[in-house]
């Protein structure tokens, strides 16, 4: 557990669904965002991942899918010249038959600020988290523009081994302040 996940559940009897994300990331924006642009938007159409997917495309023909065979989605890059807000939202439609519920094996959406191959700042959601079983749900995740140097910014989904399938669809990269 997270020291912020700690002090934002003290004393609390009921976690609200965006204090749980702090099991996993280290900030959480509040209040409404202004959406500045849009970074990327994706809708898989194209995507010849999806073709064995045993989950109903969320939108369109095809969604994006992860399963025990496909671990890693393509990353999507943005580069650091695109991006002059504090803060970054990604925010997609996600969709599982049974829920994972081993933390260590539930897929994460990692969002990665990186200066050629290093790392300067990396944050991750698990998904199943927040996902029932049997359901589609539209989840974010809010990270904070480091100070640091970079020169871009990855976003990437990691299925860390996990076998229960998830599909994904719509899914926006977006500068938010
Ligand atoms: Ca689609």
Redesign the pocket.
């Known amino acids: 557990m997270t020291l912020p996940y700690l002090k934002a559940i003290f004393l609390r009897s009921e976690v609200p669904e965006e204090t749980i994300k702090l099991l996993d990331t280290k900030e959480l924006y509040s209040g409404t965002p202004n959406i500045i642009k849009s970074l990327a938007y ?4 194209s ?1 010849s991942l ?1 073709h064995d997917c045993p989950i109903p ?8 899918c992860l399963s025990e065979d496909t671990q890693f989605s393509p990353p999507i890059h943005i580069p650091a010249s695109a991006i002059n807000t504090p803060w970054i939202r990604v925010e997609g439609d996600f969709r599982c038959q049974e829920k994972e519920w081993e933390y260590w094996l539930m897929a994460q959406l990692m969002v990665k600020f990186k200066k050629g191959d290093k790392e300067i700042q990396t944050r991750f959601l698990r998904l199943f988290r927040l996902l029932p079983p049997n359901s589609t749900k539209t989840l974010f995740l809010d990270v904070p523009v480091p100070n640091k140097q970079y020169d871009q910014l990855e976003v990437q989904f990691w299925q860390s081994n996990g076998k229960k399938p998830l599909a994904i ?2 899914l926006k990269v977006l500068a938010i302040e």
């Open positions: 994706l809708d898989f159409e995507d999806a495309p969320i939108e369109g023909d095809r969604s994006l669809d719509r």
